[in-house]
């Protein structure tokens, strides 16, 4: 049998993230969510506010922000109030370790103003302190009808949890081995702080749950056992994923494995920004995994090749990177105007090998001259070739072309 796309999604519960009259469904049937977050100081009102609208803008539909000392607490109502100014209504997530309990206390309408909470069970306290705060936080999430995502993180563990499963495995005729271990405490610490959640009176679907680890194998085979044993819905990400070109590649290869098998109900690429880097680049990415998987559509796609010794220009390469570069500055407009525009396909070709055919396949397509071909560029729209552009001009006439099209 050849298999024939992804395995019917997991059934989960649907969690909702509202703010205003937005409304980010996370789980059930709903299209698996690309979230992100920022990397400013909170404090920092104006910093911190701008970085969220380019964040949303580029198609991220949650943005989450840490919340870590009284000044930040102090900060989200006047962030929330300067993003209602801008226009912006993504839901904004709060990221608490350690104080969670008393900065959402003390600052109600910080507990307010964020549509959802992250908690951390292993950085909550301590002893009997650990259980106290972390009902606190349950409470207030209550209170302020927020939901929660308990998030663990292989870095920051719960240790008292840790020993307890340490002990177990000690009493086992045959012993699992450490990563074992480490896994099941994971998923114990995720699934046992979400049923204590529910026992102080969060609903199941106010409670969405992560475990992430940094390692790709690590990654897919705590999600898999996790999947199996709950039906809370699931965020993904492998935490530290790194720089460049690393980053990008192994959060593809663990998502996509994931995401095949119908695991995961939103997603956050945790890129480490290149100096002066552009943060946006983790919801582009984001984005370009769940739609070249064919999970979902955001933007127009460019196909282009690669290019070979058939073409000595690099004209073909700037025309397919400013072919793109414009749908996705477009989209935030085109996609009120032009609903259905992110199904469509632009080709940009380097020759006439493949050029001609690929660009039949797509909704316009160019082939620009190789070397040794006549100087001439055939433009094909919805199969048929409808033009030949030629001159200096190509680029410029071919972006009016597609612009055509999408109006139409
Ligand atoms: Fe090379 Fe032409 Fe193929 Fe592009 S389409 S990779 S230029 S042979």
Not at 82 to 90: F, N
Not at 99 to 125: M, W
Not at 297 to 312: E, L, N
Request: hydrophobic letters at 40%; one cysteine or more; charged letters at 20%.
């Amino acid at each position: 049998e050849i298999l024939s796309g992804p395995r019917q999604r997991r059934l989960s519960r649907a969690a909702s993230v509202v703010y205003g009259k937005r409304k980010v469904v996370i789980g059930g049937d709903a299209p698996v969510v690309v979230q992100s977050m920022t990397n400013t100081d909170t404090a920092d009102v104006i910093a911190t506010a701008i970085q969220i609208k380019d964040l949303a803008r580029a198609g991220s539909e949650l943005v989450r922000i840490t919340v870590n000392n009284p000044e930040a607490a102090a900060a989200v109502p006047a962030i929330r109030e300067q993003l209602d100014k801008m226009d912006v209504d993504v839901p904004l997530v709060g990221d608490f370790h350690y104080n969670g309990h008393t900065l959402l206390q003390d600052f109600p309408e910080c507990a307010q103003a964020l549509s959802k909470y992250r908690i951390n069970p292993g950085n909550v306290g301590q002893g009997a302190k650990r259980e106290s705060q972390f009902a606190q936080m349950i409470e207030l999430a209550c209170r302020y009808d927020k939901p929660v995502r308990i998030g663990v993180n292989w870095g920051s563990l719960d240790q008292t949890l840790l020993a307890r499963i340490m002990d177990e495995n000690a009493r086992r005729s045959v012993p699992w081995t450490a990563q074992s271990v480490m896994y099941e405490a994971l998923i114990t610490s995720a699934i046992e702080n979400a049923q204590r959640a529910e026992e102080l009176g969060l609903a199941g679907d106010k409670i969405i749950l992560s475990c992430k680890v940094s390692g790709v194998q690590d990654l897919i085979a705590v999600y898999r056992e996790l999947s199996t044993r709950c039906e809370y819905p699931l965020h993904l990400g492998l935490t530290e994923a790194g720089m460049g070109s690393k980053g990008i590649v192994a959060s593809t290869a663990a998502l996509s494995v994931l995401l095949q098998e119908g695991i995961g109900d939103t997603i956050r690429i945790s890129l480490t920004p290149e100096p002066g880097g552009d943060r946006c680049r983790e919801v582009i990415v984001g984005q370009e995994i769940l739609q070249t998987m064919g999970l979902r559509k955001f933007t127009p796609m460019v196909i282009a090749c690669p290019g070979c010794g058939r073409t000595t220009s690099t004209v073909f390469q700037e025309l397919a990177d400013d072919i793109q570069t414009f749908l996705r500055e477009q989209m935030p407009v085109w996609k009120k105007q032009y609903p259905g525009v992110e199904s469509m396909n632009v080709a940009v070709m380097g020759c006439i090998v493949n050029g001609p055919g690929e660009s039949k396949h797509a909704n316009i397509g160019i082939s620009l001259p190789g070397t040794g071909e006549s100087p001439a560029a055939p433009v094909f729209i919805d199969g048929v070739k409808a033009m030949t552009l030629r001159g200096d001009r190509i680029a410029e006439e071919f972006q009016a072309i597609v612009l055509n099209y999408v109006a139409k």
